[in-house]
């Protein structure tokens, strides 16, 4: 335990490196690490989710990550093109990739009275953490306003045209 102590203590401080340095590769991170810094995948860290992954905040010294927990019905070659993918992605208005962990571990199981020993896998991504939430929050939160700005405008041309329906009723 105290040899995983220190493993996580250098990955965390790559990590904590690679959110101040922009040109910085992505790297491959222990899944212990992604556990300690997300609180145990808590439910209080879910920053989000969809069909395929939970995404958590993941906290590390002064900065913020998020993990991409996937589900475990990916396939692997899914997972390492979204990688490849993402490794090679490079944009002002793209979340940066930090990471990635495919953490495999070995079970034994009783399959009708049989036991067998089948892998378990745990495909994560890390990224940069934007704190102003998704681009589909963002959006929505646009189309909210551009409808109230819509409905306004509405209402002002409606009134503009009763006045001037009434005021030329008037001469």
Known sequence: MQ???????TQNVDLERMLLDGNAKPICLPFSLLEEITNCFSNDRIIGSGGFAVVYKGVIGE?????????????EKTFYREIECLTKTKHKNIVRFLGYCADTHAIIADDKGKFVMADTRKWLLCFEYIPEGSLAQYIAGMISTLIILCILIFIVQASHANNTTISNEKF
């Open 3 to 9: 040899m995983d102590n220190k493993k996580n203590s």
């Open 63 to 75: 900065g913020r990550v998020a993990v991409k927990k996937l589900s475990e019905m990916i396939h």
